[in-house]
């Protein structure tokens, strides 16, 4: 089941732990080779990352081709130009503490194709608390905790939001772990947000990041979500592993300029 929601429902469901899963087949064996650029600008990493392949979008068993001779180049607004140097395993990085609000422009060019995108740099929201809270067996689910973020959302503004988590050390990865949220009628709000479909153990570590991005981002993820789960705008009409991108031309993928925060619980 996808896991992007607005918090007009998070409102109403964030005191109960709900959960339900539905098992999707996805069948990508006749999916064509496609250039996959992800390119990340983080506040908190200070450094911009870019990894670009070739590859059958998402979950195939296709082996990965590195793209290795690309030019990157990252341009704020102003025209200030950074080139992204290649590393290894089609990976190119380069530390760069980036401006908050400011409109980053990135250009990659292989093999004489150019491809673009921008993205904005929104402020930071800090984590103000994670909370754990029991929750009885259901029906859906066995007996075990919830946890809850807790954050401020800034009023006068539409802002966009994804949970990442680890558990006991692992980033929980899956496409059942993805969860994006606008901050729909809780503008402005102190709000409480829990990670939804988890059910967690007395002792268990669980570290969260809370990243806010712009709605080019959100878009991303939310068409990813609504692939993966079967259902949204996107499902059916979109190939499999191929959501809405901000990357000019054929390319896949997405960039994203971000700022994050992060706490971790121990489960009494």
């Given amino acids: 089941m996808k896991k992007v929601l607005s918090l007009s429902m998070v409102f109403i469901t964030s005191l109960v732990f709900i959960a339900c899963e539905k098992v999707i087949e996805v069948d990508l064996e006749d999916q064509e080779s ?12 200070q450094r911009i990352t870019v990894d670009i392949s070739m590859t059958t979008p998402y979950f195939a068993e296709a082996e990965t081709e590195y793209i290795s001779n690309a030019q990157i180049t990252l341009t704020d607004q102003n025209g200030l130009a950074q080139l992204i140097p290649y590393t290894q395993n089609g990976h190119y990085e380069l530390s760069f503490d980036p401006s908050i609000n400011m409109t980053y422009s990135i250009s990659v060019l292989i093999d004489g194709k150019l491809y673009e995108a921008t993205s904005i740099m929104p ?7 994670l909370e754990s809270e029991f929750q009885a067996a259901t029906p859906a689910t066995d007996e075990g905790y919830g946890v809850f973020a807790r954050f401020n959302d800034p009023a006068d503004q539409e802002n966009y939001y994804r949970i990442i988590h680890h558990l006991n050390g692992a980033i929980q990865n899956d496409g059942s772990d993805l969860q ?5 009628i809780g503008n402005g709000n102190y ?5 939804f479909q988890q059910v967690f153990n007395s002792g268990d570590r669980v570290f969260v990041e809370l990243v806010h991005f712009d709605e080019a981002s959100y878009e991303y993820f939310n068409s990813l979500g609504d692939i993966l789960g079967g259902q949204g705008p996107t499902a ?5 592993g191929n959501p809405v991108t901000n990357w000019n031309g054929d390319a896949g993928g997405y960039f994203s300029a971000y700022t994050s925060d992060t706490l971790s619980l121990i489960i009494p």
Avoid: Q, R, Y
């Avoid at 496609?34 to 990493?45: C, F, G, H, N, V």
């Avoid at 994006?180 to 729909?184: F, L, S």
């Fill in 34 to 45: 496609k250039l996959i650029i992800e390119a990340k600008l983080s506040k908190l990493d």
């Fill in 123 to 129: 402020g930071s929201v800090p984590l103000n608390n």
């Fill in 180 to 184: 994006v949220i606008t901050d729909g």
């Fill in 191 to 195: 709000l409480k947000l829990p990670l």
């Fill in 236 to 240: 059916g009409t979109a190939a499999p």
